[in-house]
């Protein structure tokens, strides 16, 4: 058995790196915070030439056919930049959605714009509340008592709602439903829909985590207290090596989550919810210990910490917090 990504996989992901290295830094970023929508098009479609949005998108509709396993690397990757674009909700949520519930109609007039970055899908699942960039989708997969709905954007109204993240956009969403928008599949196609959304979400997080480390792994290595590196004090590589133990630890459940997803193996529910909490509790972790070693620093809105703080704190309860996943664990195993 193989336990490690393949050189194609790995290649994938330092060519995602590059890309988004260079086009979404703190400058952009805090573009994306101030800007109308949050959002670049041409970021967007950048990201779709490359095949980056139609990963998953089957290649007879002009994806790349790919599994959550190739797209596992490239969300932590979408984490370590704090990507405002819904890269999760559209090509690791919605694609496959459409794919398993979606008929043949919703497919053929969906997936090739989607994969070609002219459409942008969102997903409201499990009762959540508010919907990331309803502002922008040209498409909202919303799951309604059992049922499952494909809405273009002319049947739902979107009203913004406050976000601690201005950089991840959150709308209350008033939905027209009709036997037009009815997607064949139902509550277990959406149920798998969650689960790829909570361990997408974990990936994410996975990125997140590891920027909030090497940020502040940089920054005790040049800060000096009494003539020396605050990082050569004993407490503060205490602080990093606990981060560093839960950041690590929870990549492999993620990039197991990933494996049993692309699989549809039998404990989807549990790898995604170990996935979750672990990741979760991982960027809890890197947040507080980020900002107890920048000190003073990390609460300036002119450093870009908090930029990657407030990241980790929203997605931390996106699609499930730590305890809702722990929770879940524990009434399926012992049900």
Not at 35 to 45: F, V
Not at 144 to 154: I, N, V
Not at 217 to 237: L, N, T, Y
Not at 269 to 276: G, P
Request: aromatic share 6%.
């Amino acid at each position: 058995m193989r336990f490690d990504f393949t050189d194609e996989q790995y290649a994938l992901r330092d060519a995602t790196r590059r890309l988004l290295a260079a086009e979404c830094d703190s400058a952009h970023l805090r573009a994306m915070w101030e800007s109308a929508t949050g959002r670049s098009p041409q970021l967007w479609k950048r990201m779709a030439e490359t095949g980056l949005v139609g990963l998953t998108v089957p290649e007879e509709h002009g994806g790349l056919g790919s599994s959550e396993v190739d797209l596992v690397l490239l969300l932590e990757e979408a984490g370590y930049v704090a990507l405002p674009e819904p890269l999760l909700e559209t090509t690791a949520v919605a694609v496959p959605l459409l794919l398993e519930a979606g008929s043949e109609a919703q497919q053929a007039h969906w997936l090739p714009r989607i994969a070609a970055g002219e459409a942008v899908a969102t997903v409201q699942l499990a009762g959540d509340p508010v919907v990331a960039d309803a502002h922008i989708a040209d498409v909202l997969l919303a799951e309604r008592e059992g049922e499952l709905h494909a809405l273009p954007a002319s049947a739902f109204h979107a009203t913004p709602q406050p976000s601690i993240d201005r950089s991840r956009r959150l709308f209350t969403v008033d939905l027209a439903t009709s036997a037009d928008t009815r997607m064949p599949g139902g509550a277990a196609e959406a149920a798998r829909a969650f689960d790829r959304a909570a361990a997408g979400s974990a990936a994410m997080l996975g990125g997140i985590s590891q920027r909030l480390l090497d940020m502040t792994v940089a920054h005790v290595r040049e800060r000096e207290q009494f003539g020396r590196p605050v990082g050569s004090f004993q407490a503060v590589k205490h602080k990093l090596a606990e981060t560093l133990l839960l950041v690590e630890t929870s990549k492999p459940a993620c990039w197991y989550a990933a494996y049993v997803l692309a699989h549809d193996l039998p404990d989807r529910l549990e790898a995604a919810s170990i996935a979750k909490a672990y990741a979760s509790d991982a960027a809890a972790k890197a947040d507080q210990e980020a900002l107890q070693c920048h000190g003073g620093i990390g609460f300036t809105w002119e450093h870009d910490l908090h930029l990657w703080m407030k990241r980790a704190t929203a997605m931390q309860r996106t699609y499930g917090s730590a305890r809702w996943h722990r929770s879940r664990l524990a009434q399926t195993l012992l049900a």
